[in-house]
């Protein structure tokens, strides 16, 4: 019996040993080592999703794969209420996450990742839940309209919407509408970027701040240093934003509008005090790192976060990776203020 224990121990020393080897083979890149739950994601979407192109997918297929993939629950909220509200084309359905507390709280109203294509209120719960549980806030999800059903900019309309929704009933859903901050993730932050653009420009509802998780801010040229870099193999490829961008800005004349790219706007300044996260691994890097030197130019107090070793789409799993959990307290903390 001794003997085979110490087999049985002695077979796992192995495995453990060939299973580490293959993880740092894996984290290793021409450009530093990827965090080890990374590389094991990438290895993981690889084998699930395979190596199909974009350019061979449909729409519906790959919501179909996206709403498909498997998603933590999210910590608990102490109220959780599915409403539409009124947009510029119809009803917007929103999530509306509550934690403990009484009396006007800051709000966020968060818009979803995605690609403009993909996504929703669903996809992106256990983020918003994190959100609402960590800031004792209140968390607004949107769901926008998508592409290439509605391309741009229907998105656009709706996540305004939204926040002028937000802030004209802020007393009735428990919301001080002083304290009223947006943000998103990749698509999601690419619109929370430009509805304060369109908030400063129409003179619309005041936000307190923007936070930006590695969002799209120039949709007129796919080329810069992170883009040619990490092109593909790394989650979000380049081919892959090319294929978004198509449903999105069917029309090249729109890709420089700075409601698309908002990068491009012609002006920076008096816009809310930004958080910005980027992704050391991310196609979308340096356009995000570019953003936040454009607002620092025009006076805007600026906090840019850069995560080494992660990939896009990692504050999507706060579950899986510590970074991710970081970046959504900081994000929490500058919607209280306390950041």
């Not at 299973?19 to 894996?26: A, D, E, I, S, T």
């Not at 990827?34 to 979407?45: E, I, R, S, W």
């Not at 799209?216 to 870099?229: I, K, P, V």
């Not at 890709?255 to 790219?261: F, H, I, K, R």
């Amino acid at each position: 019996m001794k003997k085979i224990v110490i087999g049985i121990l002695g077979c796992l020393v192995v495995v453990a040993v060939v299973f580490g080897v293959l993880v740092n083979r894996w984290a290793t890149t021409p450009y530093g080592k990827l965090d080890p739950k990374a590389a094991l994601f990438l290895k993981y979407v690889e084998i699930t999703a395979g190596r199909r192109s974009f350019a061979g997918l449909t729409p519906e297929e790959l919501r179909a794969w996206y709403n498909g993939s498997p998603r933590a629950k999210g910590r608990e909220v102490e109220r959780v209420e599915d409403r539409l509200i009124p947009g510029p084309q119809g009803e917007i359905p929103i999530r509306i996450y509550a934690a403990g507390g009484t009396g006007k709280r800051p709000a966020i109203v968060y818009f979803h990742g995605g690609g403009w294509v993909v996504g929703g209120i669903d996809t992106h719960d256990n983020v918003t839940r994190y959100l609402a549980a960590g800031c004792a806030c209140v968390v607004v999800s949107v769901e926008y309209r998508l592409a290439p059903e509605y391309p741009f900019p229907s998105a656009v309309e709706d996540a305004y919407a939204a926040l002028e929704w937000v802030s004209a009933h802020a007393e009735a859903i428990g919301v001080d509408p002083l304290r009223i901050s947006v943000g998103g993730d990749s698509a999601g932050g690419n619109l929370a970027a430009v509805v304060s653009l369109l908030s400063r420009d129409r003179k619309g509802p005041p936000i307190l701040r923007q936070a930006l998780i590695y969002p799209a801010t120039n949709l007129s040229s796919l080329d810069t240093a992170s883009y040619n870099q990490f092109a593909e193999g790394f989650f979000l490829t380049r081919e892959g934003m090319e294929w978004f961008r198509s449903h999105y800005l069917p029309k090249k004349e729109d890709w420089g509008d700075p409601c698309a790219s908002p990068l491009l706007a012609q002006d920076h300044g008096n816009l809310p005090p930004a958080l910005i996260i980027t992704a050391q691994f991310d196609p979308l890097r340096d356009e995000g790192e570019a953003y936040a030197e454009k607002l620092r130019q025009a006076g805007v107090p600026v906090k840019l976060y850069r995560y080494d070793g992660m990939i896009h789409g990692f504050v999507s799993f706060p579950e899986i990776f510590r970074q991710a959990r970081d970046a959504l307290d900081r994000i929490a903390a500058e919607v209280n203020g306390a950041g």
